[in-house]
């Protein structure tokens, strides 16, 4: 069949059209009045969040909802700066695998021979370890709040790398169990910034954000730095809304400042990579593995499995990877469906955004059809451990009294007694009330993250030490003085 020449421009425009009509109708399926819905009570007068649905490398939907900024009535766009707190992780996992791409590292270099400061804790703790999450590191955000360190404080990464080099044991062996930790991701950007011989900031600059024009992005190692079209976090207190401090600049586990559009173009990487080979992207998302081989699971139940900062599973028939963070009171989604060629970016400022739970929901508006029905055998969201009502006798309470220090965390906590109420004082941190869990074997409180406290008797039934498990599982013994 020929084609006469005088058919040609109408084929051509044709051609030309064609992508546009596909992706105006592709835009038309997005359900925009129920994502609106979902989204209704964060209003002009409210923190909010910025949304992006991207389908097929295209961005299909992106709003704002709420305020940037409330002193000055700022809205929220898809170009607004938020920090993603651990969304974060996996451009610091994507570093390192680009630094040995380039031959200047091995996922299974022991990391004392680039952070020598670290303790030799017997067996090797490699890159890979940290990657992760199998290195049995202890979560900095504990050590810090057990240190006395407040969450408004200026913390630096030398700071955090200080804290964890005094650390004299690990929660498991190396390799042997898989439990999420910040302390994994803090030390990896410190490994990519010794390594490179720049720091971790203009190391991402350079070899993630510029090459993928994401140029409203940057790791914020500087907390006097300013960024502009930044969003603030804010708390909800006494019946209004406060600004959050968040004053850290460490990096790598967090501090990704970035936007919806942003992120929509580092999406676009894992399907069509600019920034790191195919080879590179296809073990990035590997998952990852205990040293035995097991599968390293967030959730046994669920088939969580983590593979560098996103966490994979099947939700109703569909693949994802998904990662959230939180940082102050910044929360983010950014979930992948490649069965789907979906990706939803949600980033807030709100106390009151749950950023799982909103992602999903934001799924299932849109592909929900594909899905088959929640069986109803299905696990449940397990419930946080109830406090007792019923207080302990002052007598049982009084034998809890008395100083204790940790060795690994230079501080010293005192128990006190007044009138039938259990208080843990520091000398930098607000007095927090114990309450007594329901078994009656140890007390819960609350210093910034939620914890459980036992008390450890010696033969004679005198209380010699105090543990700490906090949030995450970690234990921190402190000796009775």
Known sequence: MKISLSAMPKLMLLLLFVPLLSE??????????????????????????????????????RKGYGLANLEYDIPITAQTVFNVGSVSKQFTAFAIYLLAEQGKLSLDDDIRHYLPEMPDFGKPITIKHLCYHTSGLKEPLALLSFAGWRMDD????????????????LNFETGTAFRYSNANYVLLAEIVARVSGESFADFTRKNIF???????SQF???????????????????????????????VGSTALYTTAEDLAKWNANFYDPKVGSQGLLEKFNALA?????TPALLSAELNIQHAKGQFYRHYRGIE?????????????FFGRFPGEDLSIIVLSNSPHFVAFPTGIKLLE?????????????????????????DPVAKPELTQYQGRFFSNELN????????????????????????????DKAGFSGRNYYPFSLYFHKDKQGEVQQMEVQDFRGEKLIFEKL
């Open 220 to 250: 914020y190692d500087d907390n006097e730095r300013l960024i502009k079209n930044r969003a603030y976090s804010y708390d909800f207190e006494d019946g209004e809304f406060k600004k959050e401090k968040l004053n850290a600049a460490y």
């Open 365 to 389: 508006i849109l592909v929900g059809d594909k899905m088959p029905p929640v069986p109803e055998d299905a696990p449940a969201t397990p419930a946080l451990p109830a406090q007792s009502s």
């Open 320 to 332: 994802t990877y998904i990662h959230t963070g939180g940082d102050a009171f910044f929360r983010s």
């Open 289 to 293: 593995t205990l040293d035995d081989g």
């Open 154 to 169: 200026y913390i630096s990464m030398a700071q955090v790398i200080q804290l964890l080099s005094r650390q004299t044991s």
């Open 411 to 438: 501080s010293t906590f005192d128990v006190t007694l007044q009138e039938k109420q259990l208080w843990l004082r520091h000398f930098r941190l607000q007095p927090i009330p114990l309450q007594p869990l329901p």
């Open 210 to 216: 510029e090459p993928l024009g994401m140029q409203q």
């Open 24 to 61: 105006a109708t592709a835009r038309a399926q997005i359900p925009e009045a129920e994502i609106d819905n979902l989204f209704a009570s964060y209003t002009e007068d409210t923190p909010g969040m910025a949304v992006a649905i991207v389908k097929n490398g295209e961005i299909l939907f």
